[in-house]
């Protein structure tokens, strides 16, 4: 993924990870001293589970998770961007009501409905990240648009009433059996001819092209076992939803878009 370079017997970060450092963008871990590669390779062999995990173990986030009030408040202000740049590759217009499945702060959502302000919208997440998107869409006046409904996604209660839903940045954290399962739950709620569209950091089907997130693909692929999630390409996400009932219907910039058979 080229973000390490070995080179007379050192490790060091690529351009590529120091530009991305230099972006600014989800880079705390490219700004890290760089560990000894004697470390790297004792974590790559025995790796700690991710830690939200015990969401789908346990039903909810450990006290002690990355996945704090904090985390989701950090994370909105680039939330809000992709939520915008996403309206600008899929048409919104025809649809009444959207789902982000995963939600997180509703920052998606927020982007989303600058370009598309006629869309009712709904964040289905955890507690901990439905406690923070409510203060961030009264903070933003988006009461009246926007509603959190807290729930986990390996359950089968995902709300109905959507007539297209969003996984955006969820399914790479989770093993493909796990992403069976929360597709499984997403056909359930959707209508036939619903929309849902994945976005993610795609490969290519060939693999040829550069991906644009590769520190963030290898944080998320290395993990205990069955506890660590995967890197898709475009082909292989289409594999999956076709497996699951939906039939892919387009692609663009990091989105496959499927419809529900």
């Not at 006629?118 to 998107?133: F, G, M, P, S, T």
């Not at 849902?196 to 991906?211: C, K, R, T």
Request: proline share 5%; hydrophobic share 40%; aromatic share 8%.
């Amino acid at each position: 993924m080229r973000i390490l370079v070995h080179k007379n017997g050192l490790l060091t970060k690529s351009e590529l990870a120091q530009n991305l450092a230099a972006g600014g963008f989800l880079l705390d871990e490219c700004r890290k001293p760089l560990a000894s590669i004697d470390v790297l390779k004792g974590e790559l062999q025995s790796p700690k589970p991710q830690a939200w995990y015990q969401i789908r173990d346990d039903g909810q986030a450990p006290d002690d998770s990355t996945l704090n009030p904090g985390f989701y408040r950090k994370l909105h202000p680039i939330r809000l961007t992709w939520g915008e740049q996403l309206a600008g590759r899929y048409d919104f217009s025809g649809h009444r009501e959207l789902i982000d499945i995963g939600g997180a702060s509703g920052g998606w959502l927020m982007g989303i409905r600058t370009k598309a302000p006629h869309l009712r919208c709904v964040i289905y997440d955890i507690a901990a990240a439905c406690a923070v998107a409510d203060e961030l869409i009264a903070e933003a006046g988006q009461q009246e648009h926007i509603r959190t409904v807290t729930g986990n996604f390996f359950d089968e209660q995902i709300p109905s009433g959507a007539d297209v839903a969003l996984l955006a940045n969820v399914l790479h954290d989770w093993t493909i059996d796990d992403c069976r399962r929360i597709l499984a739950n997403v056909h359930h709620a959707l209508p036939v001819g619903g929309v849902l569209l994945v976005n993610e950091a795609y490969f290519e089907d060939d693999w040829s092209a550069g991906s644009m997130f590769p520190l963030h693909q290898a944080f998320v692929v290395n993990g205990e076992q069955d506890k660590c999630g995967w890197q898709p390409s475009f082909g292989e996400m289409e594999s999956l939803l076709a497996e699951e009932g939906f039939t892919p219907a387009g692609r663009a910039h990091n989105l496959v878009i499927s419809h529900r058979a």
